[in-house]
């Protein structure tokens, strides 16, 4: 047994495409433009190696740093 959770992939999946989605009206973005935007963010990649346990954070607390992120790259 190890001491790290098992996450859902699936679920994981599923928060993904609700957080594009988010991000895209929040934004008034285009999907595609809002897909591209979520794929390069740091949110993304922690999430995606599971680090600092983001997957159990809101869809809106997420949208939310990456729109930080991007107005820290500005």
């Known amino acids: 047994m190890t001491d790290t959770p098992l996450i ?3 679920l994981l999946q599923m928060k993904y495409a ?7 009206e929040t ?3 285009s999907d595609d433009r809002a897909l591209d935007v979520f794929y390069t963010s ?5 999430m995606s190696q599971k ?3 983001l997957h159990n954070m ?3 607390y997420l949208v939310d740093e990456i729109i930080l992120e991007l107005q820290g790259r500005q």
Do not use: G, K, P, Q
């Open 58 to 60: 809101s869809d809106a």
């Open 51 to 53: 680090m600092y346990h």
């Open 18 to 24: 609700r957080v594009i989605s988010l991000l895209a």
């Open 8 to 10: 859902n992939e699936t």
């Open 42 to 46: 740091n949110t993304y990649r922690f």
């Open 27 to 29: 934004l008034h973005i």
